[in-house]
């Protein structure tokens, strides 16, 4: 897939396609080193689009005949399309090609993995298995036949029910699904392979019986509860809130080692990259199991948001993926700890969105054109996405947004639509005039919201004062932002009757509170009700009133973030000055606070609290970023916390010390985090005693979250001489070397870690036995996650640039989405000094130049040196 001159798609070119598909009819004969498709498609012309050839989808497709109604047909074919004219208004097609899994690397299409082959079909795969209209709003009915060695590939599956199956000569076997429901290529699924099953059922709320089962390979099979639990409280919840029933009789889900994504809601057999289905108490961590579950509720959702409900183009990705994030979003948050849920949603957005938003592959949640759509997997399409559902939900109310939702599957129930059709079907439901809003469907960037305000003791009211810009908006109109807010006494108390949502219309807006007796504190923009940033000057002792009182647990905890960000700014300021930095005691008073009352607040919301912003989030607030005075501020800050608050930390974390049988609940999952908060800060003091007590945790830990939490805190002892670090690291690995997930998070707590020496381990582990340059999740853990460490790759020599664009040259053509991905580790280069910048540029340019460059990565390096 490699290309001089990419094409780039439009979005106001969409035309619907001239022929649409009614029934597909599959045939897989899988062999030994190649794989035979037969397609046996029923089309009819499309009377809207008259007089135009069929012109089908390929990619490294070896056609071994093509027929129009059983006769042979005369084809045009380039390495991507096959044209076929004066075809009649209805026929049957059938094609044969001959495709070549076992050589497909960038495991798209069909594939071979160790136990089996899979398919990856989202969002162009499909034309890599047949000649096909692969579009999302060709919508079909298929029956899927395969054929396969029987002792190798014991289990052969496809989407919807199994009809059929018998022995075939030499030893193999056949069988025949039938899928009920209309779908798009993308949907499609196929397994063959060697793979134990967790089978299981779930009565719906109609009383029908639905037959669960789970994949995974050999010898995995106590590692799949969890997953299945996960399946069926998602089926429960979405029947409870929004009465959504399984429409199927099977529902299915295979877990594989090599995956380039996280999962995939192919119609009724869902693939998933392991590290989202397995889990065990001593090899997941609590933040594992609770991904688990989210990202199998994710999956499950997609069957009406997503499956029976489609997109009509690749435009339109947010309308399934926003949509199905904030699903799984409050499910997770109805089934952990909601408080603490909002808060990493946020830190997420903030680490991950933001900085998208403002870089150079900025884009709407609905783009307005692409070269590759795999690159529009992106944080603005799925969690900006789902900021915007949000958004929807906070303007018209819960009850009226489930009424929408209703009515979206009313009028779009087997269709695929449009962002518009959606939004249409909630303001049918709400009468809530949406047109201001749609822009938020078509801008790129977060809009910034300055707020003023002001007291006027004669009149007794208070004014708000918002003004909103886009630096990144194409023009200066003004969209639809709602803001929570209320208002606080000096002493703490949430004033009557102040709590309300503002909707911010204007360029500049303002609002009156009244019968206000003495100036107030606001608490802006409560539960992150709009993805914004907002601006208002807050004293240290308004963030620290807030921080003690607000019962909004999200203001709460951004009022903490707030008071720290300034203090570590300040503090990277003065340190590039040469100068040394200042603590006041607001800071660590208010942390002495949150630990005290902890009982109170919660373990898990005080350890969210004590976590201080991140070097990538606190860099988006720089105009030029200086890496290693971020850096040394924001450990400075730690270390003060650690000498101030040590005796604080060191009961806390004793007093947390409570043996119990491990179970992944919010209360747990709690305690452990704040425990593993106290040991992290203990660690900053540098002392021998310290890291004893992290040695002793490494060793003593009966389930993982304690056990990698002690890891990860030695992998970032900087002292020259550790050995209580070396050691752990190489009993962690001696322990744990057959657990592929857990030799991941090995990976990622060297290649994260915040020692000078960084690069040299990165390097060193590339050539190591733990690390496969096949395997998308060891890139992630290894390459993808160095490139987030702000301060060891953005080093001043341009090192960790070089290293970058290395790895990318050689996976470019091999795997081109893992290797796009990495390229996205440039995305913010201009942030930096003259020097880093000429460094990066360097690196960029050198891949760009790199001979027959995919177009993944082309797309990507071009527009970050635009």
Known sequence: MKTDTPQTIHLKDYTPPAF?????????????????????????????????????????????????????????????????????????????????????????????????????????????????????????????????????????????????????????????????????????????????????????????????????????????????????????WDEERFGLECDLDHYMIVAVGDFNMGAMENKGLNIFNTKYVLARPDVATDVDFENIDRVVAHEYFHNWTGNRVTCRDWFQLSLKEGLTVFRDQEFGADLHNRQTARIREVRGLRAAQFPEDAGPMAHPIRPASFVEINNFYTATVYEKGAEVIRMIQTLIGRDAFRKGMDEYFRRHDGQAVTCEDFVAAMNAASGFDFTQFMRWYNQPGTPHVAVDGHYDAESRTYTLTCTQSNPRASDN???????????????????????????????????????????????????????????????????????????????????????????????????????????????????????????????????????????????????????????????????????????????????????????????????????????????????????????????SADNMTDQFAALAALANVTAAVCPQRDEALAAFYAQWRDEALVVDKWLQAQSTSRRPDTLATVKALTTHPAFDAGNPNKIYSLIRAFGANLVRFNAADGSGYAFMADRIIDLHDKNPQVASRLARCFDRWKKFDGQRQDHARAALERVRDHQGLSRDVLEVVTRALD
Request: aromatic share 8%; proline share 6%.
């Open 20 to 236: 649409w598909i009614d029934t597909v009819d599959l045939d897989f004969a899988i062999e030994a080193g190649h794989t035979t498709v037969s397609a046996t498609l029923a089309m009819r012309r499309n009377a809207e689009r008259p007089g135009l050839p069929l012109v089908l989808d390929g990619d490294e497709l070896e056609t071994l005949a093509v027929t129009v109604d059983g006769n042979p047909w005369p084809t045009t074919e380039t390495p991507t399309t096959l044209t076929l004219s004066d075809l009649p208004d209805r026929f049957t097609l059938q094609t044969v090609v001959r495709i070549q899994p076992d050589k497909n690397t960038c495991l798209s299409g069909l594939y071979r993995s160790t136990d089996g082959y899979f398919t990856q079909c989202e969002a162009q795969g499909f034309r890599r298995i047949t000649w096909f209209l692969d579009r999302p709003d060709v919508m079909a009915i298929y029956t899927v036949t395969l054929h396969a060695d029987k002792a190798t590939f014991p289990v052969l599956l496809a989407n919807g029910n199994p009809v059929a199956a018998g022995d075939e000569p030499n030893g193999r076997h056949w069988a025949k699904w039938e899928d009920p429901f209309k779908k798009p290529a993308y949907l499609f699924a196929l397994v063959a392979g060697k793979l134990d099953v967790l089978r299981d059922r779930f009565r719906t709320a109609s009383g029908r019986d639905v037959q669960l089962a789970i994949y995974v390979e050999p010898g995995k099979l106590d590692q799949c509860p969890h997953a299945m639990e996960a399946l069926k409280k998602s089926m429960k």
């Open 477 to 699: 109109e003004p969209t639809l932002i709602p803001i929570r807010v209320a208002l606080f006494s000096e002493t703490g108390e949430q004033l009557a009757n102040s709590a309300r949502t503002l909707q911010l219309t204007a360029a500049s807006q303002s609002f009156v509170f009244n019968d206000i007796a003495a100036e107030p504190v606001p608490s802006l923009l409560r539960d992150f009700s709009a993805p914004v940033y907002l601006d208002f000057d807050y004293t240290p002792e308004q963030l620290a009133l807030l921080l003690a009182h607000e019962s909004d647990p999200f203001n709460a905890w951004e009022a903490g973030q707030r008071l720290a960000t300034t203090l570590i700014l300040d503090a990277a300021q003065a340190i590039a000055a040469g100068h040394a930095p200042v603590w006041p005691d607001t800071f660590t008073a208010a942390c002495r606070r949150l630990l005290q009352t902890q009982a109170q607040r919660g373990v898990a919301f005080v350890a969210e609290a004590l976590t201080l912003p991140g070097e990538g989030t606190l860099a988006e607030l720089l105009d030029v970023v200086d890496p290693d005075a971020l850096h040394a501020a924001r450990n400075g800050l730690r270390r003060h916390l650690a000498e101030e608050l040590e005796g604080e930390f060191s009961g806390l974390y004793a007093a947390l010390t409570v043996k119990e049988a491990y179970a992944p609940s919010s209360e747990q999952a709690g305690r452990r985090a704040l425990r593993n908060l106290c040991l992290g800060y203990l660690l900053e003091l540098d002392t021998d005693a310290a890291r004893q007590l992290a040695a002793a945790q490494f060793k």
